[in-house]
């Protein structure tokens, strides 16, 4: 369809237009991961650390990390043009097609995590089909060899694929309990669907265990579960979906996300219904019980948000079919999203995930050099990749050592807005320290930098 085709390609741009820019942490982090290994099997057992997104870390391996930005998000930019698609055929019927692909061609999460160089966009891709197989299944009792495909590429996109697969196993047995209202049909009927899946993980399973065995696992940061950050994760993931302006606050988000499900689940009593009711409802409340860590990061809501931009297109394209108020109020939301989703495009195209390469220029102009830091590990972990593109070796001063060595410069991460004009580095010797530049970023990646001089 050709509609399909011109949304594709209005994604495509605004994907490129995000992939510009400096790579930022997390995603530098994945080179740093990938530097001692000697082959790409590695990836797969030597690595054992939550940053390593198997199919991104195979594509990042094989094109380097000297590649232009553009190449080494090439692999999400190429899968986040193909959910726009994928969106599209989960969708049922043509309005809902076409809504929802344009949907999730311009909605910012999908962009940003569609142009950046992780395993977010591939996980967005597969749980949609995930979905669309899964119904086949249903409908032709077939579809288990790629069914099983979809979900081992999932997971090899990112390990949270086993959220799509909780939504699923809940979806799939309340769909063949309604049928047969029967524990032991239900039990039987989950083996049939996922027992090929579960065979085709079993691999990468045994893979991921052996390493943690030999190598141990490790999480880049753990914070603490609070009621509060699970309403900044999930609140702001929802108005980064549909644009919402910042005075709608993380609940409002919320009720208005559950609000959907149950105007859809009024609207339309099919199974599509008690989908969205497990995956936007159910999989967050279940996030919230068993009281996960790190649930301010809006990403670890990316498969309720997937599942949500599928239902709010589908009821927009209800109203859009119908006519005289329906169809107005569903233009009106559609133009709506359209509209506050570029407030948001617009400040990330701007800002970006932040400008690191242009500090360490400066700082190695004159060659070898020392900094020091606020944040020792993050910031080294970049200046080190950017130096190294340059050619150039800056040395990191550790704390205690600062009146010794007498660094250079100085980079402090956080709100640049925040930061003074003139530091001094410690009360220990009279070291102070005058700021010179500073890079701000903007969205769901970066960080923010402020640069001193030394004063002389």
């Known amino acids: 369809m050709l509609s399909i085709a011109a949304i594709a390609a209005i994604g495509l741009v605004l994907r490129l237009l995000g992939a510009r820019g400096d790579l930022w942490l997390d995603e530098i982090w994945s080179f740093s991961l990938l530097e001692p290994l000697t082959s790409i099997d590695q990836i797969f057992w030597h690595v054992n650390h939550d940053n390593n997104h198997f199919l991104n870390s195979i594509y990042l391996y094989l094109i380097g990390p000297y590649a232009s930005p553009l190449i080494q998000r090439g692999l999400s930019i190429a899968l986040g043009v193909c959910t726009i698609i994928a969106a599209a055929v989960a969708a049922r019927g043509r309005w809902a097609g076409v809504i929802t ?100 993980l079993l691999p990468l399973a045994a893979c ?58 009024g609207i339309r009593r099919d199974r599509r219904a008690s989908l969205y009711a497990f995956g936007i409802i159910g999989l967050p409340i279940l996030m919230a019980i068993t009281q996960l860590p790190n649930l301010h990061f809006a990403r670890y809501f990316l498969v309720s948000a997937t599942l949500l931009l599928l239902c709010a297109g589908e009821l927009l394209a209800l109203g859009v079919a119908a006519a005289g108020v329906y169809r107005l109020v569903a233009m009106g939301g559609l133009v709506a999203i359209l509209a506050g989703t570029t407030t948001f495009l617009l400040p990330f195209y701007e800002k970006g995930r932040g400008s690191y390469a242009v500090f360490v220029e400066e700082m190695t102009r004159g060659g070898a050099t020392g900094y020091a830091s606020n944040q020792d590990f993050r910031i080294a972990v970049i200046v080190n990749y950017f130096a190294k593109r340059m050619g150039r070796q800056p040395s990191l001063v550790a704390a205690d050592k600062i009146c010794d060595e007498r660094p250079s410069w100085l980079i402090l991460e956080g709100a640049t807005d925040r930061q003074p004009e003139h530091v001094a580095a410690t009360s220990d010797c009279m070291l102070a320290y005058d700021r010179v530049d500073a890079s701000t970023s903007w969205g769901l990646s970066g960080q923010g930098w402020t640069l001193y001089k030394r004063q002389d």
Not at 108 to 131: I, W
Not at 177 to 197: C, D, E, H, M, Y
Not at 250 to 263: E, P, S
Request: aromatic fraction near 14%; charge should be positive; charged fraction near 10%.
């Open 208 to 265: 991921v265990m052996i390493g943690s065995q030999m190598f141990g696992f490790k999480v880049g940061g753990v914070s603490p579960f609070s009621l509060q950050a699970f309403a900044q994760g999930y609140g702001g993931m929802i108005r980064y979906l549909f644009g919402l302006p910042s005075w709608v606050g993380d609940l409002a988000c919320i009720a208005l996300a559950c609000g959907l499900v149950c105007v859809f689940a």
């Open 101 to 200: 692909s344009l949907l999730f061609a311009v909605s910012y999460p999908m962009v940003h995590y569609g142009s950046e160089a992780r395993g977010y966009s591939g996980l967005v891709l597969f749980t949609l089909l995930s979905v669309v197989f899964l119904e086949r299944r249903f409908d032709t009792g077939r579809s288990d060899i790629a069914f099983a495909g979809i979900i081992l590429l999932g997971f090899l996109s990112h390990l949270t694929m086993i959220e799509t697969v909780v939504v699923l196993v809940a979806w799939s047995a309340w769909l063949i309990w309604r049928r047969t209202a029967s524990i032991g049909r239900v039990n039987v009927g989950l083996g049939q669907i996922f027992k090929p899946a579960f065979l085709a």
